[in-house]
């Protein structure tokens, strides 16, 4: 059985959200939970802020759904494996953020989804791979790889209309810039006590919890340039 309790956890909620989304739709006529938490820049910046983190958990349909969790069960696990819990929520959060951020920046279109939160995690595991590329050797460098190819595929799908490639981008970004200042660093060394060799991260969440809340500190930065420049109208 796979142990990531993060992951499954955030496909539990994003199913519930939108089987409210379901629900709203057939009762009200009309979808009220992205009618109140899609990403909209004016009224993000009129004061909306819940805005910034619930369009993570909103999409578009059946399809969007179904892809963006297969992608979260296919990337999550690997992620919690090494991140830990807590690195893994907080990676996937603070990218989905980041990613609504840039979306604001560069694009005025109203938009849902969790790819942004997804490419932090898929940057994040490319990031940890490099970090760490001397204790994964040729397997890791070939995973690597394979994670660049991904993301350039997926970013160039982002290329067509109707998607919000700057999400992407945004949430790409955070997660690999996070993880290389805050993500697992691991060394093999040798266990005397079992007489075997085992992997000891350098870099454990208790001493790098507080480069996790630097970078939500310039997370909550950002958004507060941001509102101070998006119009409000």
Do not use: C
């Not at 690997?78 to 819990?85: C, I, L, N």
């Not at 990613?99 to 005025?108: A, E, R, Y």
């Not at 799908?157 to 997660?175: A, E, Q, R, T």
């Amino acid at each position: 059985m796979i142990r990531a309790p993060v992951t499954f956890g955030l496909i539990g909620a994003t199913l519930l959200v939108f089987l409210t989304q379901m629900l709203s739709q057939s009762v009200l006529g009309f979808d009220l939970v992205t009618l109140l938490g899609a990403k909209d820049n004016v009224a993000i910046a009129s004061g909306q802020v819940w805005r910034l983190i619930t369009p993570v958990f909103i999409h578009g349909g059946y399809f969007h759904l179904f892809i963006n969790l297969y992608s979260l069960y296919a990337i999550g696990p690997a992620v919690e494996r090494f991140f830990g819990p807590w690195r893994t929520l907080s990676l996937y959060l603070l990218s989905g953020i980041a990613g609504v951020l840039l979306s604001m920046i560069f694009s005025s279109y109203r938009s849902v989804g969790s790819s942004g939160a997804i490419f932090g995690l898929l940057g994040s595991l490319g990031a940890f791979l490099y970090v760490n590329r001397s204790t994964f050797g040729q397997a890791g460098a070939i995973q690597l790889r394979q994670i660049v190819m991904v993301a350039l595929i997926n970013l160039g799908l982002g290329l067509s209309p109707g998607i919000d490639n700057w999400g992407h981008l945004g949430g790409l970004i955070f997660g690999a810039s996070l993880t290389w200042f805050a993500g697992p660093n691991f060394a093999v060394v040798r266990d005397e006590t079992a007489g075997r060799f085992i992997l000891v991260d350098r870099r454990p969440w208790r001493l790098v919890w507080p480069k996790v809340l630097l970078g939500a500190v310039v997370v909550a930065l950002l958004i507060l340039a941001a509102l101070l420049i998006l119009p409000r109208y």
